[in-house]
């Protein structure tokens, strides 16, 4: 977990970007836990974003029963 205080920065952003970011927060969410919740969504979508581009060339598949 991260309780160390020495372990925070600070990150210099307008007041709009701020409230901005707080509009994606929960009641007494961190702006560290918005961040890190955002971060995962946009891995999690980049993610399947690049499986729904395989399977789209799914017709240069080969069963496997034709691979031995």
Avoid: C, N, W
Wanted: hydrophobic content about 30%.
């Amino acid at each position: 977990m991260r309780e160390h205080m020495g372990d925070l920065t600070t990150i210099p952003v307008y007041k709009d970007t701020r409230e901005k970011l707080k509009a994606y927060g929960f009641k007494g969410e961190t702006y560290d836990k918005i961040l890190q919740r955002l971060m995962e969504k946009v891995e999690y979508t980049s993610f399947m974003e690049r499986q729904y581009e395989i399977l789209s060339h799914k017709d240069k598949f080969k069963p496997l029963d034709e691979i031995a």
